[in-house]
Every structure is written in C-alpha cells, then in structure tokens.
DNA sequence: GCCGTAGGACTACCA
DNA sequence: ACTGGTAGTCCTACGGCG
C-alpha cells in the first residue's frame, strides 16, 4: 500500500512497547510496530564491560541485548557496544547506571524515541511510503516518492463571554466557535442568528458539537492562530469545569508547558498547526518584518486589505444585547482570515518538515537550530557517525563565555552618491563551510597535518574525508539548484510552482542556519573553533575583494559581510560586470560573488554621535524606481509611525524627486502639525517588546507595564506593548503610556525625539540644521 | 540641588 | 533559546559647580 507518513508516537499497551504510526491513504491509517527495540551506544570495545551491562537490571529494567557496533565518534572510528532495552522509557534510566555506575560513557541515550524510529526506517515525514500491514499491525514499511501530500484541513476560532474585560475558563463560557475550511465557513453558537450556521442548547453541546464536526468532516490538519495557547487550553479547560469529554482529537489532547512559557497543544491524531507560531518564525528569520503579530495585522500584511474588526472588550456587550449579527460576522471572519493565512504557510510548513525530518507538527513549533539537529541526526546515522550528546548546564554556560569574531563591516564615508554597483558573495557561509570542509569532527584531525585546510583564524580542517556538516549542507545547497532549475521550465502559475518554490524556500532557511548552529552554546554540533574559522574566512574572502576592487580603480563605498557597495564613476555596468567575472576566477568553485544589482542614486549618513559614517544604515534607489532602506529608524517598529513615515517621505524626496527643499517642506509641515495637535493618536504609538520576565533597568515599557499591573491588567512576556508618550509626568517612562490608555501626545517629545532625530541626520548630509528645519519661513541653504 | 555626561541596560536592526 | 556587529534611546550614577 502506498501511503503518505504523518508522524509516529512511542506506544505501551499490556506492556509491549512499541510504535504508533499516523498514515494517509485516502484517510487517516493507525498501524502499531512492535518489533522495534529502543537501545543506546555504550563507548566501550571491552567483553568484560559488555557482559557487565548485559547483566544490569535497574528496578526491573534489563538490558535485551548487547552488540558491537563500528561507528565514527569525533572522526575516529571505533568499535562500541549497541545496547537495546524493552522500552523507550528504559533507556534513560539504563544508559544512567552505564554511565554513573560502570563509568562507560555513552551516546544517543537522549534521542526521542519517535525520532530514533523515523531515522532507523528511514521515514520521512510528509513524504510517501510503501507498506504492509496485518490488520493494524505494520508488517513493512519503506520510503517511497512523490510530490507532497495533502492533509484535509480546517480553520477555526473561538468567542468567549468576557464581561470582565480578560477572560477566565473558571468563569466564562465559549459562546461561539467558527470554522473556515475548502467548501466554506460557518459558526457554531448557543445563541441563534442570521449568521449562526448551527444553534446549541449550551457551551458543552456546542463544545462536542464542534468535536462532532472534525470528526465528520475527518480533519486531518486543525488550523487557529494562538491555539496553542489560547483556544485550546480554553475549550480543555470549559469541558473540564463542564465535567463533559472534549475529544478534539482521535487520541486525546496533550497541554503542555515547555520553558520561556510556551505552550503546546497537540491534538492526538491530527496534526494542530498554530499559525501565530509560523508568524513568529518567520520573523525570527527575518522573512516577515511587522510590528505585531495579531490575527489582524498579518492579515492585513497578506492579504493587502484591512479584516473586519472588532473590539475585543466590546464582544460580550454585542452578545448580551442579543443582536449578534456582527459577531457571528466577526467570528465567521477570524476563522475565514486564519484559514486564508493557513493557505499561503502551511505549503511552507510541510517543505520545512520533508527538509528537515521533522514531523508537522514539531516542525510547525521548531527553531531553526533544531531543524538542522534534526537533518545531521539523520545524515550521521547514515555514515555510521554518532550523535553528539546535548551538552549539559556547565558546557552550555562555558560555551556562551567563549565569544569569537564575526563579520566585517566598513565604514562608510557618509554622503549621497550616484551610480553604486553592489556584488554580493552567494551564500558566502555555507560555501564556506563546504570549500573547507569545516566540522568538529574534521577539526585538527591525525590525517592532514601537513596538508589540512588552515582557516585565518589557525583552525586546520580535514581534507581527505567530508564531515557530515558539509555533506549535509552540500546535499541542501545541490537540491536547492536543482530545484531552482527545474521551476525554470514551470508556469509561475502552478501548483507545482508554488509547491517547488516553498521547497526550494525551506532548503535556503535550512541551509543558512547552519553557522550559526556551529556557535550556538546548545547544538549537539558545537565548535567555536569551526565558528570562527567560518567568520575568518569570510572576512579574508571579503576584504581580497575589496582589495581586488580598489586596484581596478573603483572606490568601495561599503561592505558588510558577504556584500561590496562600489561606486561606478565613469565607468559602465558592463565594466563592472567584467569586474565580476574577472574576481569570480580567483575563487574556489563553491564560492560565487554575484552582481545584486545597480542603483543610480544611494544615500549613507553619519553616526548621532560622531563624524564617521554609520554602519548599516542606508537608503537606494534602484533603476526600476524601487527604493531599499536598510537600518533607519524607518524599519525600526520602536518608533513611532509620524517619525518613520516622516523620515520615509524625506527619504523618497530624495531619492526619487532629488528634492532637498522638498524635504524640508516636508519636515517643517509635521512639526507644525505635531504642534497643533493636529497628528492623529495612533501614530504616535511606539512599540516596543517585553523581552524579559525581570528588569535591572527602568524604560518606558517597562514603566507601562508596571502601570498596567496597577490596574489588574497583565501583560505577559513576549507581548509587543504599543504605547504613546503623553503630556502627564516629568521622566519619559512616566509620560508613556498605553496606547488604549493615553488621551493625548506631549508634541515636543515628538518633535524633538522622535521626527528630528529621525530626519536630521539625513539633511545634514545635504547641510541643514534643527534650526532650518524647525523655523519656518527660512531659505534652504542647498537645493 | 542642578547640570552635563559616561556608561549600562535594553531593543531592534543587518548580514 | 542559531551567530556577531551595530546604532541608538533612556536611565542612573557621578563629578563639578556654587
């Protein structure tokens, strides 16, 4: 049979461990493996030892079995024991009495047990397999291929009574549930209306209704935005109080709490995607770059248009005044909107779980760095090469002690300039890690003393045998090309476009974080030796560059990293481009320095404080008109809209009119309006997150918060606070306040603090001052 | 007690 | 809870002044 594998979880039943694996064909499949035996390596070649842990017995645990296996530790290969116990559960507690009471040491001891299981069949999650089964019981399953598949999905959210402003599941009913899928979209509710779909006569009828409901649509993927931490908890939490079961999923519903106060909420038997986490991921990753992340904000970004709205404390008002047409619109609406982002990351999501390894759901939930932990698990297993073990407390905070050197970053002469060429080196850290052959277990290794890869920074790496972290980014870097080929000859159209694209997508998200992994103090894969040897190679292969630029006559304007700023002059694109090829032969064969492309007109300032010109920080105007800002108080969500949006206008004036006077017609006209009060609220509100659980230092967010405590409102760790600088108080920490809070704005912090700042240091590269800004009537010295 | 400033804490950016 | 490099804000402590 040909099936699509979801995901696989450890099972014990009559006290047989085993596996349970989740299987689409057609519809969802549970088979059990129970032939698969959990084991452990022990680091040791001895009989003796081996007959010693064959014999351990921890409160019942026994060890099953005992063999010699060869393996690669570090680039030695070694002869060691394989261990197996009965149960998953067992490992731990034998692989302990290993370690602590024969003082063997031992490897792999802490791999789940779902994971140990995927990698050993060579199961790949949303990836095609061919099986066979007798009744529910697996008799074989190998990896098959083809395209992606998908899950029959459904998008929902939920409305609670909330007379109290915050909502508590100790008190307040669900009153309506939504739902949005491929056919359509509708609302469950206790009240009935126009807009309700389905009327229950209470919350635990409508609770099991909604149950129902999955249950006859046989959902497979659950979509909601925050669910994690909100819907479900709350729907678990109602039907508790309601004392009624709330079977959400096949096989039960798992809340769980993991550190930094995340909350997970797994949905046995479908797979639970909350988009709010992919939101949040693809910030970290820098894909998404929004102020907040509510359902409405990303909405707005996707879709292009503004959702329908209403105030959250307003639902409960709506509601007991009976008219609930709006609400149902409303609710309708959020699980409409949750299922219109669904559709544009869940192609992502799937692509990062078959690139990863890593099953839906955990690849939903996942950081980067453990998408990679996952693929070298994988690819080590395939050559033979052991896991590394996660590194304990100490290790972890003696790694964090050890900084290295990063990047190299220029300075540039601040001015405006025209005609700017920018090169840019084509995943300069990856190629680097795969031209030298950067890894741990390559590191200083016996066979190449004399010949060995020697990094700037003194590191010498192997040059007859590849470490598994190349081999692995070579392999994502390969397919990626590949890909990219192939969607050449497709429509940009397609499905198979998109779904192509998305993979190709994933590989790239995958592939750039393998550096950074190399310096993270928690990878398994840890070494500041590689680390640095990565960043020492990037800034010789930079700054060769430079060098090799400059001798042909250019000047370089900036650099940063992996990319060279260089003025044209005189010269033609087509010299550049002859430039490039010309440097291009001088570098090893991974590694590419690409043309990013040209800009008639740059502007680069100076620093606040200094002279000298401010790193990363600039503006470009390209040919076809698009402008590039980079670093400017403009990008950044910590200041407020009038000053960004001020500081954009001038920076397009520019740009694009090459308009000083504009500009400072611009400038003087939203002083005056500032002044006049004349700016609405909402773009005076700053945003700012609140990063931590305890602060050292007092700041305007911080002081909001404390504020908000005082009238009983929490604000949890992680929330973006909006805030407005008012005219109440002396300090600026006492005049913020919160955005829902603040009746007006102190228009001198605004002028002064924010839109000058903010706009000044670009016209003083076109020599004004504060003063030609804020008085009026003054003839501009330059135009 | 007031003023100016150096330095620390903090956030968000670039690559 | 992937890295280092960077600009800039706000607050506090501190020294000088009178």
């Not at 696989?8 to 129970?34: F, I, N």
């Not at 390894?357 to 052991?386: C, D, K, N």
């Not at 996660?390 to 540039?412: I, L, M």
Request: hydrophobic content about 40%; aromatic content about 10%.
């Amino acid at each position: 049979m040909r099936a699509l594998f979801i995901d696989a979880e450890p099972v014990e039943q009559e006290g047989r461990a085993g596996v349970k694996l989740w299987l689409k064909s057609g519809s969802l499949v549970e088979l059990y493996d129970w032939g698969f035996r959990p084991y452990f390596y022990a680091d040791t070649d001895s009989k003796k030892d081996a007959a010693a842990i064959g014999r351990l017995d921890v409160k019942g645990a026994k060890v099953v079995g005992v063999e010699k296996a060869e393996r690669w530790v570090w680039g030695k290969h070694k002869e060691l024991l394989k261990v197996y116990c009965t149960k998953p559960s067992e490992v731990p507690v034998i692989s302990r009495a290993v370690r602590d009471g024969l003082e063997i040491g031992c490897y792999e001891f802490e791999t789940p047990f779902k994971y140990r299981y995927m990698i050993d069949k060579g199961l790949w999650p949303m990836d095609w397999v061919h099986y066979e089964a007798d009744g529910d019981e697996l008799v074989s399953i190998e990896r098959a291929t083809g395209e992606p598949g998908s899950l029959r999905a459904l998008a929902f959210d939920i409305e609670v009574h909330n007379p109290a402003g915050s909502t508590d599941p100790a008190r307040d009913p669900v009153i309506m549930v939504s739902w949005a899928d491929e056919k359509g979209a509708g609302v469950l509710s206790t009240k009935p209306n126009r807009g309700v779909s389905k009327v229950f006569s209470d919350e635990a009828a409508l609770l099991t209704g909604f149950c129902d409901m999955l249950r006859q649509k046989d959902i497979e993927l659950l979509l909601g935005y925050n669910s994690d931490l909100y819907d479900l908890p709350y729907m678990k939490e109602r039907s508790r109080r309601l004392r009624i079961d709330f079977p959400v999923g096949r096989d039960g519903l798992t809340v769980r709490k993991r550190g930094g106060g995340l909350v997970v909420s797994k949905v046995g038997g479908r797979v639970h995607i909350d988009l709010y986490r992919v939101a949040t991921f693809l910030d970290r990753i820098g894909a998404m770059n929004l102020p907040r992340y509510k359902l409405e904000d990303v909405y707005a970004e996707l879709a292009g248009k503004p959702k329908r709205d209403i105030k959250k404390a307003d639902i409960w008002k709506v509601w007991d005044k009976g008219d609930i047409d709006d609400l149902a619109a409303y609710s309708r609406d959020d699980a409409e909107c949750t299922w219109f982002i669904g559709k544009q990351w869940v192609p992502l999501e799937i692509a990062l779980s078959r690139a990863s390894g890593l099953p839906l759901f955990e690849a939903v939930r996942a950081t980067t760095g453990s998408m990679v932990e996952q693929l070298l698990m994988r690819h080590a297993a395939g050559r033979s090469e052991i896991t590394p073990n996660r590194p304990g407390f100490g290790e972890v905070t003696e790694r964090a002690a050890e900084t290295f050197v990063g990047a190299y970053v220029k300075t540039p002469p601040p001015g405006i300039y025209s005609n700017v060429a920018v090169f840019d080196f084509r995943s300069l850290y990856p190629s680097i890690i795969i031209a030298h052959n950067i890894d741990p277990a390559t590191l200083n290794c016996d066979c190449c003393k004399k010949d060995g890869h020697v990094s700037p920074a003194g590191h010498r790496f192997c040059v007859k045998r590849q470490g598994v972290i190349p081999e692995t980014l070579k392999e994502l870097i390969d397919a990626r090309a590949k890909l990219k080929a192939s969607m050449k000859k497709m429509d940009p159209k397609s499905t198979q476009w998109a779904i192509a694209d998305n993979h190709q997508w994933a590989l790239k998200i995958i592939a750039n974080s393998f550096y950074g992994y190399l310096g993270f103090s928690r990878s398994r894969w840890y070494s500041r030796e590689a680390a640095e040897s990565v960043t020492a190679w990037g800034r010789q292969y930079i700054q060769q560059t430079i060098e090799k630029v400059e001798r042909a006559g250019y000047s370089v304007l900036y650099a940063d990293t992996d990319s060279i700023f260089l003025l044209l002059g005189e010269r033609k694109k087509e010299d550049a481009i002859a430039l490039l090829t010309e440097l291009n032969k001088g570098l090893p064969e991974v590694m590419m320095l690409e043309l990013e492309g040209f800009y008639p007109r740059a502007v680069f300032v100076s620093k606040k404080a200094e002279e000298k010109g401010a790193k990363k920080k600039y503006a470009m105007i390209d040919e076809g008109g698009k402008i590039k800002i980079k670093g400017f108080e403009l990008v950044r969500r910590d200041w407020a809209k009038i000053a960004r949006k001020t500081q954009r206008r001038v920076l397009e004036a520019i740009l694009k009119a090459g308009s000083a006077h504009k500009a400072v017609e611009i400038v003087r006209n939203v002083i005056a309006d500032i002044k006049a009060g004349k700016v609405p609220l909402d773009d005076m509100v700053i945003y700012t997150q609140l990063r931590k659980e305890v602060y050292t230092a007092k700041g305007p967010h911080t002081a909001v918060v404390e504020k908000a405590a005082k009238r009983g409102v929490k604000i949890p760790v992680g929330a973006v606070i909006p805030y407005v600088i008012t005219k109440k108080g002396k300090t600026i920490s006492d005049k913020a306040e919160l955005a829902d809070w603040a009746k007006d704005y102190d228009p001198d912090y605004y002028i002064d603090h924010q839109v000058l700042p903010a706009v000044l240091k670009i016209m003083k590269e076109l020599g004004y001052t504060e003063t030609d800004l804020k008085v009026a009537g003054r003839q501009a010295r330059l135009t």
